[in-house]
Nanobody, 120 residues
């Protein structure tokens, strides 16, 4: 079965850094675009970042552009989100999400999420 398991969340101070990981299994990882999506307390879902199959192309939301970097290691079937210059408004549950194949921005499988809390 398809499984996406996020890890790396925790409590960090404003201005700090954190790297999230998403371990994928149950499918041919290299065939799929991957996303990070987040949900802040009391807020709706927000798309954060996208990476294509090869990792050659990435996109990030304006809210995190220049601070967050998505990457992937297809050999390890893992997606990463490097988060720098963290702000309190980055506090959220972060989800790893798989796109449809062929890519269609469909987000068909979601992990259970990992909580990131930015606080002094």
């Amino acid at each position: 079965e398809v499984q996406l398991v996020e890890s790396g969340g925790g409590l960090v101070q404003p201005g700090g850094s954190l790297r999230l990981s998403c371990a994928a299994s149950g499918f041919t990882f290299s065939n799929y675009w991957m996303y990070w999506v987040r949900q802040a307390p009391g807020k709706g879902l927000e798309w954060v970042s996208l990476i294509t199959n090869s990792g050659r192309t990435t996109y990030s939301a304006d809210s995190v552009k220049g601070r967050f970097t998505i990457s992937r290691d297809n050999a390890k079937a893992t997606v990463y989100l490097q988060m720098n210059s963290l702000k309190p408004e980055d506090t959220a549950v972060y989800y790893c999400v798989r796109d449809l194949n062929p890519p269609a921005y469909g987000m068909d499988y979601w992990g259970k999420g990992t909580l990131v809390t930015i606080s002094s």
